[in-house]
C-alpha cells in the first residue's frame, strides 16, 4: 500500500516549514529599518562637516576683526556656503562665536591638564619653567588665541565673561595654586606675575607681522622660539634661582 504524499505548498520549505513571502517581509522590514538610519548618519556626518568648515573659516576672522565687525553673510561667504546655513547648524549668531571659542580654547586645555598632571613629579622651580615653555609653545603654535583674547579682553561683555568663565579663569586657578607654592607668591603678586609671564609669551606670536616688519624677524622659527624661551624662563626664575 502506497504512502500518500502530500502536496507541495510552493509557499512553505519542505524542510524548516518557513514562510517565503514572511521572510521576504521581515528582510524588507529590516531593510526599511536601516534605511532611515543610514541617512540620519550621513545627514548627521554632513551636518558636522558644515559645522567644522563654518568654524574653521569664522575664527581667524573672529581674532583679526573682533565679533561686532563680522557679520553671518560674511562668514557663509568665506566659507563658501548658501546663505542661512550658519543659523541653521547653530541657530544664533551668540551660540556660533561661543561655538568657535570652544575650539580654539579646546586646542591647548587637554594639554594644559597633561603638563599640570606631570608636576607633581619635579622639583618646583623646574616645574614653574616647564609651564612657562609650555606658555611659549602653545602661542606660537596657535597664535589667534592670542588675537581672539585681544579683541575681546578690554571691554565688559557677555563674551569676555564667557572666555573668562568657561576657559580662562579654571587654568588660572590651577596655575596660581602652583606657582603661590613654588614661587612664595601672595595673591596680588600673582597678578602682576600672570600678566607678565602671559604677556610676555604670546606677544610677540600676537603680532608676528609687526615683528617681521619691524625686525625682519620670522618670529616661527624654531631658534627663535627657543631663544625666547630661554630669555623669559631667566627673567621671570633668575632671582629664584639665586636663593
Not at 199 to 227: K, R
Request: one cysteine or more; charged letters at 25%.
Amino acid at each position: 500500500m502506497h504512502n500518500k504524499i502530500s502536496p507541495i505548498n510552493p509557499l512553505k520549505t519542505t524542510d524548516n516549514n518557513i514562510d517565503i513571502h514572511t521572510a521576504e517581509n521581515k528582510t524588507s522590514s529590516s531593510e526599511d529599518t536601516v534605511a532611515p538610519y543610514r541617512h540620519k548618519r550621513k545627514t548627521q556626518a554632513r551636518s558636522l562637516i558644515v559645522r567644522e568648515k563654518l568654524v574653521a573659516v569664522a575664527t581667524p576672522l573672529f581674532s583679526e576683526f573682533g565679533y561686532d565687525a563680522i557679520s553671518v553673510k560674511d562668514i557663509e561667504s568665506a566659507a563658501n556656503l548658501k546663505r542661512g546655513s550658519l543659523l541653521y547648524h547653530f541657530h544664533s549668531k551668540q551660540e556660533f562665536w561661543k561655538a568657535s571659542a570652544d575650539s580654539l580654547f579646546n586646542l591647548i586645555k587637554e594639554q594644559r591638564h597633561i603638563r599640570m598632571a606631570v608636576l607633581r613629579d619635579v622639583a618646583p622651580l623646574e616645574g614653574v619653567a616647564m609651564l612657562i615653555r609650555f606658555n611659549i609653545r602653545m602661542a606660537a603654535q596657535y597664535p589667534e588665541i592670542g588675537r581672539f583674547i585681544a579683541q575681546e579682553a578690554r571691554t565688559k561683555s557677555w563674551r569676555l565673561e564667557y572666555i573668562v568663565d568657561t576657559h580662562v579663569k579654571p587654568g588660572c586657578q590651577s596655575l596660581k595654586k602652583y606657582l603661590s607654592d613654588a614661587l612664595q607668591l601672595d595673591d596680588t603678586q600673582f597678578v602682576h606675575w600672570y600678566y607678565i609671564m602671559f604677556s610676555a609669551a604670546g606677544t610677540i606670536y600676537t603680532y608676528g607681522p609687526e615683528c617681521q616688519l619691524l625686525f625682519d624677524l620670522d618670529c616661527q622659527q624654531e631658534h627663535i622660539i627657543n631663544a625666547h624661551t630661554e630669555i623669559l624662563v631667566d627673567m621671570l626664575l633668575g632671582k629664584h634661582r639665586q636663593v
